[in-house]
C-alpha cells in the first residue's frame, strides 16, 4: 500500500524578525534606575556547563516552570521511534520534547495548532530560553515512511552551533499519524534562572554562548516602559556572557541576551521574570497599551491607520511624543511587507538591503536616525502585541527623539498580515508630512 506524506515547515520566532528592530544609530538607551544593593544575591551555577534539572518541569496544575535553562534533560521513558527521529535531528531535550508530545495529540484530535505567537509563549512557560523555534509536521497514512522527514530534520546549520529537538508521535482518529519536530538552533545556553522572584531583587544572568560574537549585551524589558540595557561582559575565551538586573517594579520581565554577530545584532536568549505577581497562563496574556485603540476591521485598506493608531496610543500611554505620518516612509513598509509576504519571510534585509539602505536609496528623504519594524503575525492586534512584548522593537516603538513614522500592510493568502513600521527621527519639514 502506497503512504503518502505531507510535511510542513514553520518558524514560530514570536512573529517578529529574528534580527530584532533595526535601528541607525545604535540606541542608547536610559540607564538602570538606582535601586538599593541588594541585601542577597542569586548566584546561578557556571555556564560552562549548565546543570540541567529534570526535576524543574512545572508542577501539576501549574502552567510555569519555577525555572528556565538549557539544555533540559532527555526524558528516559520515550517512545523508540521518538528516540531515533530525535537523534536524526540533534540533542534531545527534555522541554522540547514535552511541548511536540502536547503539539502533536492537538493536532492528531483536529484542534488544530497554536499560532507562533502561541508556541513562543509555550516555550517560554516550559522554560525554554531559545529564540526562533522551527515547527516540522509531517501527515500520512499510519506508520509514515519518515525517510523524507529524517533528511529535514538532519540538515544543519551554517555555523556548527548545537541543534536541539524534540519529536512527538501521535495516531488519528482514522488510521493516520502525525510527526511534530521542534528543532532549534541552540546559538547560547542559560544558566539557571528563576522565573519568579521579589520587586527590588537583583538576579544574575549568565549564559555560554556558541557562536562568536564581538561583543554582547543583556535587555530588560518591564512590564511598562523602554526596555533598558544592563552592562553586560562577554569572555572572548570562554563564551560566558554575564550580567545583573533588577527587577524594579512589580510585572512580567522579558530578559533578552543580544549578541553582535557578523550578520549584524541578533537575539540569542530570552526569558520570563514574575516580580510579585503571578504568572499568567500562555495564551492568557491581558492587551497591550494600544491594542484596544480601534477595533479591528475587515476592510484591508483600514489596516495601517489601525496599527498607526494602536503605535500613537501606545506612545501616548507611555509618555512619548506622537510621531507624524509619512507618505514616502508609508511607501517604504508597503514595499517591504509585500516583499517579506511573496517571500514567505520576516526579516531586515530581503536581498536589497536592510532599512538604511533602502531609505537611503528612496534619495529625498533625511534623517538622522531611522528605525524597522518587521512581524508576520494572525492579525493586526497579535502583530502589535508581539512587537510591544520584543525589547529589541520596543525600543523603536517608544524612541523619544523619532518624529515620524510610516505602515505598512500586505495580506498573506491565509488571511494573516505581514507588517512593517518605518521610523525617522529629523526636523526639516516635509510637504508630505501630516500628523496622524
Not at 98 to 114: C, Q, S, T, Y
Not at 129 to 150: E, N
Not at 180 to 205: M, Y
Not at 297 to 326: I, K, Q, Y
Request: glycine residues 8%; charged residues 20%.
Amino acid at each position: 500500500m502506497r503512504r503518502t506524506l505531507g510535511i510542513t515547515l514553520a518558524l514560530a520566532s514570536a512573529v517578529t524578525s529574528g534580527g530584532g528592530g533595526c535601528s541607525s544609530p545604535p540606541v542608547v538607551t536610559p540607564a538602570a534606575p538606582s535601586l538599593p544593593s541588594p541585601a542577597v544575591a542569586l548566584d546561578l551555577a557556571s555556564a560552562s556547563a549548565p546543570a540541567p534539572a529534570s526535576g524543574a518541569a512545572p508542577a501539576p496544575g501549574s502552567k510555569w516552570s519555577p525555572i528556565t535553562q538549557s539544555p533540559w534533560v532527555a526524558e528516559t521513558d520515550r517512545d523508540p521511534r521518538e528516540v531515533s527521529l530525535t537523534s536524526a535531528c540533534g540533542t534531545d531535550d527534555g522541554a522540547l520534547a514535552r511541548l511536540a508530545r502536547e503539539l502533536v495529540e492537538l493536532r492528531a484530535r483536529g484542534l488544530g495548532a497554536p499560532d507562533s505567537e502561541a508556541i513562543v509563549a509555550k516555550l517560554r512557560a516550559a522554560g525554554e530560553p531559545y529564540v526562533r523555534p522551527r515547527v516540522i509536521v509531517a501527515t500520512g497514512q499510519a506508520p509514515i515512511d519518515d525517510t523524507k522527514l529524517r533528511s529535514e530534520l538532519g540538515r544543519r546549520t551554517r555555523n556548527g552551533t548545537p541543534v536541539r529537538c524534540g519529536v512527538g508521535i501521535a495516531r488519528t482518529p482514522h488510521g493516520g499519524e502525525v510527526i511534530v519536530a521542534l528543532r532549534v538552533d541552540a546559538l547560547a545556553d542559560l544558566a539557571p534562572l528563576p522565573t519568579r522572584a521579589r520587586t527590588g531583587e537583583w538576579l544574575s544572568f549568565e549564559a555560554r554562548l556558541h557562536v562568536g560574537a564581538r561583543s554582547a549585551k543583556l535587555v530588560v524589558l518591564g512590564p511598562h516602559g523602554a526596555p533598558r540595557s544592563v552592562p553586560t561582559s562577554l569572555d572572548a575565551a570562554s563564551g560566558v556572557a554575564r550580567a545583573r538586573f533588577a527587577l524594579d517594579q512589580p510585572g512580567a520581565f522579558t530578559v533578552q541576551l543580544i549578541a553582535d554577530l557578523a550578520e549584524g545584532p541578533r537575539p540569542l536568549l530570552e526569558a520570563k521574570v514574575f516580580a510579585d505577581v503571578v504568572p499568567t497562563p500562555p495564551g492568557e496574556e491581558p492587551p497591550v497599551p494600544g491594542e484596544d485603540a480601534a477595533s479591528a476591521s475587515t476592510d484591508p485598506a483600514s489596516d495601517g491607520p489601525l496599527l498607526s493608531r494602536m503605535v500613537a496610543a501606545l506612545r501616548a500611554f507611555e509618555g512619548s511624543p506622537p510621531l507624524a505620518h509619512d507618505d514616502k516612509l508609508d511607501a517604504l513598509a508597503k514595499a517591504h511587507a509585500e516583499r517579506m509576504r511573496d517571500g514567505h519571510s520576516v526579516a531586515h534585509d530581503l536581498g536589497d538591503g536592510d532599512f538604511r539602505d533602502r531609505f537611503e536609496a528612496e534619495g529625498t528623504l533625511d534623517a538622522h536616525a531611522v528605525g524597522e519594524n518587521v512581524a508576520h503575525a494572525p492579525t493586526i492586534a497579535l502583530a502589535h502585541r508581539a512587537l510591544h512584548a520584543s525589547p529589541s522593537h520596543r525600543i523603536n516603538l517608544l524612541r523619544v527623539d523619532y518624529t515620524h513614522m510610516g505602515v505598512g500592510v500586505a495580506h498573506a493568502a491565509d488571511g494573516s498580515v505581514y507588517v512593517c513600521e518605518t521610523f525617522a527621527a529629523t526636523s526639516r519639514a516635509n510637504p508630505n508630512r501630516a500628523a496622524r
